[in-house]
């Protein structure tokens, strides 16, 4: 039953995968592949002072027996200190909010905020009213691809698919779950 003054108006949906689209996009694997650099040589750098703290503590151990207490207490605050010192660099590289968050945030946002924008210009242009992101996890049973609209998007970005073959090969949803 309607109501005086309102529309029954269909709502269009389409859903985005935004791995994919994210996959096509040479800014974001240029700007993955610099955060992987960042975090494998900050990963090496704090695996290398513990290697240190771990040799600095086996000395120790096989001194202790032969040092002055006083000498002991100095080396053991050594120890202390420099443990301290790297897991607040552990902290600060790779803790909430630390040095990899922020790059992430400056390389990774923009692009992902071009793809939204994208998505969003689609999404009035086409009139759909909901737009889905397949790669979020979110549970779709069935999915038809003539409502995918993730080539169209990198289109409007300006690039081309690379993986539509792939793509296509790789979507088991397409197949309807009988109940």
């Known amino acids: 039953m309607l109501f ?12 985005v995968d935004t791995e994919y689209i994210l996959g096509n996009v040479p800014e ?17 750098e704090i695996e290398t ?4 703290i771990d040799r600095l503590y086996k000395t120790y151990q096989a001194d202790a027996t032969m040092l002055p207490e006083e000498m002991k207490r100095k080396r053991e605050n050594e120890i202390i200190a420099k443990e301290k010192d790297v897991k607040d660099l552990q902290k600060k590289r ?41 790669a979020t996890g979110a549970t779709m049973i069935y ?16 690039y081309s698919s ?6 296509q090969n790789t979507t088991p949803q397409n197949n ?3 109940r």
């Open 4 to 15: 005086p003054g309102t529309s029954a108006q269909a709502q269009k949906i389409a859903y």
């Open 49 to 52: 002072r513990f290697a240190e």
């Open 94 to 134: 790779f803790g909430q909010g630390g040095d990899l968050f922020k790059k992430r945030q400056e390389l990774i946002k923009p692009i992902q905020d071009k793809v939204y924008n994208a998505i969003e210009a689609i999404s009035n242009q086409e009139n759909i009213g909901i737009v889905f992101d397949k």
């Open 28 to 44: 974001y694997k240029n700007a993955q592949t610099q955060i992987d650099d960042l975090s494998n040589k900050w990963q090496k």
């Open 143 to 158: 999915t038809n691809n003539k409502y995918d609209i993730s080539d169209i998007v990198l289109g409007k970005l300006g």
């Open 176 to 178: 309807p779950v009988k």
């Open 162 to 167: 690379v993986n539509q073959q792939n793509k």
